[in-house]
């Protein structure tokens, strides 16, 4: 059936910020969605708060709204725009649920406004726990026994009939978020309360646990012809018991002979059906007990999701591409395969390789969080490999996480006899799988450690041929034929050096001497039986020096430049790299060179086949990219590498391939070292005349201890080189001091801490310039972070346009910051962060890359920076380039908040400080900063109350800047609730307020009142270690309960000047196209 | 397990894949130590290698697996399509390892041994691929080297001397010599089988696959399996109320020229008939339409299909290398199915006469189950004949 006819508007709803559960792959697939329904012809109208992606780009949609997605938000859209269609499939589940709130609350009715891709019906049975099992149930499919309650007392009713261990799955929650599996009765009222809370229904389902059983997915993709196929099968190597998002898993399933597969097959199909999905993507979970092959399904999701970005990647459909196409009355056959361009897309990919995903996590961030994996996801990031056998696919997978892994190294373990081994065997952590490489080298068996860990035999045998392989290296040592069977079986040449004592350059030249370099084969889509277009390629050691060596690179002979990609998402490392990579690469496209991408995040923009012109799946180290690198300039002239936009992934790597002969185009290596460097970087900034705050470093605990009382506390300590702040503290005395650089020198590579005089209550500045080889100098944005120095710049807010700082002092900020750039020769970008105490500016740290930022920049300005930055790096004029854009004064204020993932982590504390938290960012953007501001909030999920009480509890030394905004808040008929220190405090300046315990005070405190709903807002900040444990419960049952709540004054007080204004003011919808 | 020395396969390679442009390509041994000369052709299947192995349509064939690791799942009774191993050979990328599967019985090398067929494993199988799909099938041979090494030459010569699989009748040797009766249903069927069924169908042997069988008990027909070269008479003693054409190996055909007289006499007599792969070239053949041999054959389980008559797309699983030409179809024959690779035809059936075939395999195994239906329109069929007559 050719496309409709009778839509002509249709609205994409996004996914918001980045948060656990939902990653840039959404932003891959809306930016899919958003380009093939536009070549369609269709006008696209999108709706996204997330700044930092490549679907907001203005060109990708006809009109952009950079707003809250809340049905109030949505609904403004629709009057304003008056689609005929809305598109909810695209944006996960944050899509999914407006779409639903909106269709429930008529409002799609009232606008005429059909729903494309799902309809309600559909979402609702595949969403609603109990209609989804007893839809299966009349289809014959079996799912875990399990009954859906709505209070405590149903639950403990239905534990003694199923009886522990049981799955606690709250309905409508992100990622499993708020769920787990109880083993104990204490665990499991405990996960009851918890998933009723989190649950948007206050509904939560109880079910059979099936945890052990094998674990499997299916990407099922129909049209609305009935035509269904499996674009893709992923097994989970971590069985049943773990979340998928954080299991590791493998494509395609290999464990399952063709008359198990099929039946999976037909259940999946039958589930789309019978769910109703008409057209799209979905994908269905099945666990399969190992013993007898015993089927159940598990849940399905009607839209597209992480798992169908994941198998998109790994097998060359688009899926989200298609779904969108088949959303708006296309069929299978009717569509091209882009891949072969021959073939329709009415086929069943089948591939010749093995992918595996292995999830990226960052308990090191958490202080206190369980790092136990349970179905409750805690990933932030997912590396993607793909290999010629299990074994290759899975150790590239260890080497693409960026954790500093070479291969199965050795798990962090208290030791490793056979009883540490086979107690942590038992445990699902995020290193099990090192763990079972561990127990298989002190000579556990396969069958013992299937027997406690249930990963299936098959697997165990793949790891047991590499970890035995480690003795077999050692003995033979550096001959031909062993390094090629270690490459072959996906050995990284820091792995093999380090077994065999060698420098890895060493090792390299080995390699090079004997011609042991891999081949690269295409990702085609169909093994290799018909001729495929598109150069989407991974590296293997599959060929032996008998036969011969078959590569399918084939590289072009144009000039060409390496872009080097950011590697898996973790804190601090996140889609803002990405859009800044693809930014480069349109930019380089524009000019006509050729563009190689690199990088191994499935999730991401840049790793769609579409978007360099040709791309390489592999992991970013150094020996990978010198391989590409040398198979690149077998033909051609690659001009070089760009390392600036990936992020910390690629600079981590640049003084190695640059001293393999690899040339780094823009800024070098050595300025980026720079700034890096403390003492020389303080040194240039003495010579500019420029201040910074008194530094100094240290090796030992004890020089630290010196050099801070030199300096005068508080002090800022953190290791020198790590990236997001990582172990990065402020220290007001002596014993926090002492603790802080112990846990410092533990985490720093060169054994270096660095220490600086802490500016407290300081403003914090962010800028972000283009330079080009001239010296031209652009400022992209100069941003006024709503939090005071100290708090990490990737956690604060921030206003673009700043709100509070003088022309003046950004003028000398330009001046200064211009400075710095010429004296280091920047050519590219460059970011800096300033702090602003008591009028004086201090210059507190230089990036001379791409920023976090870049993106809200280039939201705000409506300029592409990243691609300004890219031309200028490869040698363009930035005047010339500046002359094809309006530079306009800002209209608007855009403000820019944080997204942060502690409803992932129980016992966690929420405070902010210096180093990175968050995982995402959204933005509002309104004439006024306030509204702005309040835009901003309500993005992230904070909704601030208008009235009710307000809890305060102040340490000392701030209690004299809370008076004002306790008087505002009295002005605004609030009540104001506080422990005894502040509350005095606060009466005594006539600001009448009620006491409440502390919660050490005994009941009913402060958490009780936070339970009941007595509170709708909490200001509470800390300093002491000690006030900081009193509080924790405070914050947490914040969290918990959705109450908002600020820890810094600086926080509190634009939010109580925010609740001031949303009583007059109201808010302006306006496109970015019609912004700008 | 012989394959599972601790010692890895770094040297001292054990087996050779000759192919007939002289090209060799050293590997490692599998299976029965001797040499095996086939046609050399590609399955693109990620699943069900026990299953293709088994199938007699790969009689006289060479199967390169294009996945890199066969063997997972080990070998188990139940997936067995025939009671041997049928193909001359497989070639595989990764060395077998320990099986793993609730239901597997024996490890593939065994199987191999047991069947007694040289293999081949530690090949570049991508390249192999990528060589055939350019260049078209070929002709091959695998050497797994027992005492004499020196064989090379040999086998070149016999490659040489071997015509290839055009104008070979290979049904003939693979066709039952004693007719049987079969009773036994689909894998997992939620059905059981009753003891009685309503309409005989007779299959024709070209090569038949058990799970054929499987699916015409599940539909309630009561297959017995004759000899290919079965009489007219021999056939209607029978007291079929369908006829049924089975796939199998070579060149419709070198098979069909010795039987077309029988089928056009069954299908005068208005018997439905249903042809699946040989069968359909068969019964091409025995309506008059010609068979070819293809450039590159069809193998493996993801082929979309389009069936004519209805607009939806079928994946499907198939195994041939020759086709029915549709440019010589007569006006009586209407083309049902298309492949949506190459355009070639699929499926065929006769205006006003109760015959119909498809070139691909409805009954899966391996592959997807979207096709099953053909055997229950092969059942409406029967029973509206029956009713009629």
């Known amino acids: 059936m050719p496309k409709r006819t009778d839509i002509n508007k249709i609205l994409i709803v996004g996914a918001g910020p980045i948060v656990i559960g939902q990653a840039c792959e959404f932003d891959y697939s809306g930016a899919q969605a958003c380009k093939s329904l536009k070549d369609e012809g269709y006008k696209i109208v999108l709706i996204n708060s997330n700044p930092a992606t490549i679907m907001t780009d203005p060109e990708l949609a006809d009109q952009t709204y950079i707003e809250p997605i809340t049905k109030e938000f949505v609904e403004k859209i629709i009057e304003i725009e008056k689609p005929d269609a809305l598109l909810p499939t695209m944006g996960g589940q944050t899509a999914l649920n407006v779409s639903m709130e909106l269709f429930n609350n008529r409002i799609l009715e009232k606008h005429g406004v059909k729903m494309i891709g799902a309809n309600p019906t559909a979402i609702e049975l595949a969403e609603d726990r109990q209609k989804f099992k007893d839809a299966m149930n009349e289809i014959g499919l079996s799912c875990p026994k399990s009954y859906v309650v709505n209070t405590i007392e149903e639950s403990k009713r239905v534990k003694n009939e199923l009886n522990l261990p049981l799955v606690i799955r709250p309905s409508f929650t992100l990622g499993g978020t708020g769920g787990g599996v109880a083993y104990d009765d204490e665990g499991f009222i405990d996960l009851c309360n918890r998933g009723l809370n989190a649950s948007p229904t206050n509904q939560i389902l109880i079910e059979k646990s099936v945890s052990g059983w094998k674990e499997f997915e299916m990407e099922v993709v129909r049209d609305n012809k009935d035509n269904c196929i499996i674009v893709c099968s992923i097994e989970n190597v971590d069985p049943m018991g773990v979340h998928t998002g954080d299991s590791i898993t493998v494509a395609p399933s290999l464990t399952l002979t063709d008359k198990e597969y099929q039946i999976l097959r037909n259940a999946s199909i039958k589930v789309l059906r019978k769910i109703g999905v008409d057209t799209g993507g979905s994908n269905v979970q099945f666990a399969i007990n190992p013993e007898d092959g015993e089927i159940n399904v598990i849940e399905m999701n009607p839209r597209v999701s992480r798992s169908s970005a994941l198998a998109s990647k790994a097998t060359g459909f688009p899926i989200a591409k298609i779904a969108a196409k088949l959303a708006v009355g296309y069929t299978l056959d009717e569509l091209e395969n882009d891949i072969t361009t021959t073939t329709p897309a009415s086929f069943e990919p089948t591939i010749d390789y093995v992918v595996t995903k292995i999830p990226r996590f960052t308990f090191e961030k958490f202080v206190g969080a369980n790092s136990d994996l349970t179905t409750s996801m805690k990933s932030v990031g997912e590396a993607m490999s793909i290999g010629r056998s299990f074994n290759e696919s899975i150790q590239k997978g260890f080497n693409s996480l960026e954790y500093g892994l070479t291969g199965f190294d050795n798990p962090k373990l208290r030791s490793n006899d056979k009883n540490t081994i086979l107690s942590e065997l038992k445990i699902q952590s995020s290193q099990r799988l090192l763990v079972v490489g561990e127990a298989l080298r002190i000579g556990l068996s396969v069958d013992e450690i299937n027997k406690i860990t249930k990963y299936d035999k098959w697997f165990l045998y793949q790891i047991k041929r590499i970890i035995d392989f480690e003795e077999i290296l050692k003995d033979k040592g550096l001959k031909k034929e062993i390094i090629l069977y270690a490459k072959k079986i996906g050995y990284s040449d820091s792995k093999i050096s380090s077994i065999l004592n060698i420098k890895e350059n060493e090792l390299r030249e080995f390699r090079n001497n004997s011609d042991i370099n891999p081949v690269f084969r295409l990702v085609d889509t169909c093994a290799g039986e018909f001729s495929s277009k598109t150069p989407y390629l991974y590296s293997t050691y599959d060929w032996d020096f008998e036969n011969t060596k078959f590569c399918e690179a084939n590289p072009t002979s144009k000039d060409k430049v390496i872009i080097l990609g950011g590697g898996p998402n973790r804190i601090g490392q996140g889609i803002e790299f990405d859009y800044c990579c693809v930014h480069a690469v349109y930019a380089l496209k524009e000019k006509g060179i050729e563009t190689i991408m690199i990088n191994c995040n499935p999730e991401t923009v840049s790793t769609d086949y579409d978007t360099a012109d040709r791309l390489y799946f592999e992991p970013l180290s150094a020996e990978s990219v010198i391989e590409i690198y040398n198979k690149e300039k077998s033909n051609g002239n690659v001009l070089g590498v760009l390392v600036q936009f990936g992020g910390q992934t690629p600079l981590k790597i640049a003084k190695e391939i640059e001293e393999a002969g690899i040339k780094v185009i823009g800024t070098s290596t050595e300025a980026i070292d720079l700034a890096e460097d403390r003492d020389r970087f303080s040194e240039i900034l003495m010579k500019l005349k420029i201040a910074q705050p008194k530094n100094a470093f240290a090796n030992t605990v004890s020089q630290t201890l010196e050099k801070a009382k030199e300096i005068g506390y508080p002090v800022l300590v953190r290791p020198s080189y790590v990236l997001g702040g990582r172990a990065m503290q402020i220290a007001y005395d002596k014993d926090n001091l002492e603790s802080f650089s112990n846990e410092a020198l533990e985490v720093s590579s060169n054994n270096v801490i660095l220490i600086d005089e802490y500016l407290e209550n300081a403003k914090e500045i962010d800028v972000d310039i283009i330079r080009d080889k001239n010296g031209e100098i652009f400022v992209a944005g100069i941003m006024e972070h709503i939090e005071e120095a100290g708090i990490h710049s990737g956690d604060s807010a921030c206003s673009l346009p700043p709100y509070s700082v003088s022309k003046e002092t950004q003028n000398k900020i330009i001046e200064w910051v211009s400075k710095i750039a010429n004296e280091i020769n920047v050519i590219g970008l460059m970011n800096t962060q300033l702090a602003i105490k008591d009028k004086k500016i201090y210059v507190l740290e230089v990036n001379p890359r791409a920023s976090r930022t870049v993106p809200f920049v280039a939201k705000s300005k409506g300029i592409p920076i990243a691609k300004i930055a890219a031309k200028v790096m490869v040698g363009e004029n930035l005047n010339s380039i500046l002359n094809d854009y309006k530079i306009n004064e800002l209209k608007n204020f855009n403000v820019k908040e944080s997204v942060f993932p502690f409803n992932k982590f129980d016992g966690v504390d929420l405070i902010l400080g210096p180093e990175m938290k968050s995982t995402g960012e959204v933005m509002g953007i309104d004439e006024t900063f306030l509204s702005s501001y309040i835009k901003s909030q309500i993005a992230c999920g904070n909704i601030l109350p208008s009235k009710g009480t307000v809890f305060i509890s102040i340490d000392n030394d701030n209690k004299k800047f809370i008076i004002e905004i306790a008087q505002k808040l009295k002005e605004l008929d609030f009540n104001l609730l506080a422990t005894k220190g502040t509350a005095e405090y606060l009466n005594s300046n006539n600001i009448k307020t009620k006491i409440v315990n502390k919660v050490k005070e005994g009941n009913p405190h402060v958490v009780d009142s936070l339970i009941n709903n007595e509170i709708q807002l909490v200001i509470n900040t800390t300093k002491t270690q000690s006030s900081i444990r009193d509080s924790y419960s405070i914050r947490r049952t914040s969290l918990m309960y959705n109450i908002p709540y600020y820890t810094t004054i600086a926080g509190a007080k634009v939010a109580v000047d925010a609740i001031e204004h949303m009583k007059t003011q109201e808010f302006t919808i306006k496109s970015l196209q019609t912004i700008n | ?389």
């Open chain 2, 1 to 389: 397990m012989e394959v599972l020395k601790k010692e890895p396969h770094i040297h001292n390679k054990t087996a050779a894949l000759v192919l007939e442009n002289g090209e060799i390509l050293w590997g490692y041994g599998l299976g029965e130590k001797k040499a095996a000369v086939g046609e050399l052709c590609f399955n693109t299947s990620q699943t069900g290698y026990q299953e293709a192995l088994s199938d007699p349509s790969y009689t006289k064939q060479i199967i390169t697996f294009t996945f890199p690791h066969i063997g997972i799942v080990g070998t188990n009774q139940e997936d067995q399509e025939s009671k041997k191993i049928y193909a001359d050979g497989c070639v595989v990328n990764q060395p077998l390892s320990e099986y793993s599967n609730w239901r597997a019985e024996n490890d593939l090398n065994s199987y191999f041994l047991k069947n007694k067929i040289p293999c081949i494993f530690g090949i570049d199988t991508r390249y192999l691929t990528k060589k055939l799909s350019a260049e078209g099938a070929k002709k091959a041979a695998i050497i797994h080297f027992g005492e004499d090494e020196n064989k090379i030459e040999k086998i070149k010569t016999q490659i040489n001397e071997w015509k290839g699989l055009q104008n070979l009748d290979l049904a003939g040797i693979v066709s039952t010599e004693q007719n049987y009766n079969w009773k036994k249903g689909i894998w997992k069927s939620h059905k059981s089988i009753k003891s009685q069924f309503k309409y005989n169908v007779t299959c024709l042997d070209f090569g038949i696959k058990n799970n054929i069988l499987r699916n015409l008990n599940e539909f309630n027909l009561n297959p017995t399996v004759l000899n290919l070269f079965s009489s007219y008479e021999e056939i209607i003693e029978t007291n079929p109320s369908g006829i049924f054409l089975s796939n199998g190996p070579g060149d419709p055909y070198a098979t069909g020229s010795k039987i077309v007289d029988v089928i056009k006499k069954l299908i005068d007599d208005n018997i439905p008939i249903f042809g699946i792969c040989l069968g359909h070239q068969i019964l091409g053949l025995a309506l008059n339409a010609k068979t070819k041999k293809m450039f590159q054959g069809h193998r493996g389980s993801n082929h979309p299909v389009k069936n004519l008559e209805t607009g939806i797309v079928e994946i499907t699983s198939q195994n041939h290398g020759f086709e029915v030409d549709r440019d010589s179809f007569g006006i009586d024959i209407i083309e049902t199915h298309v492949s949506l690779f190459d355009g070639t035809n699929e499926g065929l059936r006769h205006k006003h006469l109760p015959v119909f075939s498809v070139q691909y395999h409805p009954e899966a195994s391996p592959g997807p189950h979207d096709s099953h239906y053909l055997f229950e329109e092969f059942y409406k069929l029967i029973e509206q004949n029956a009713k009629k007559n």
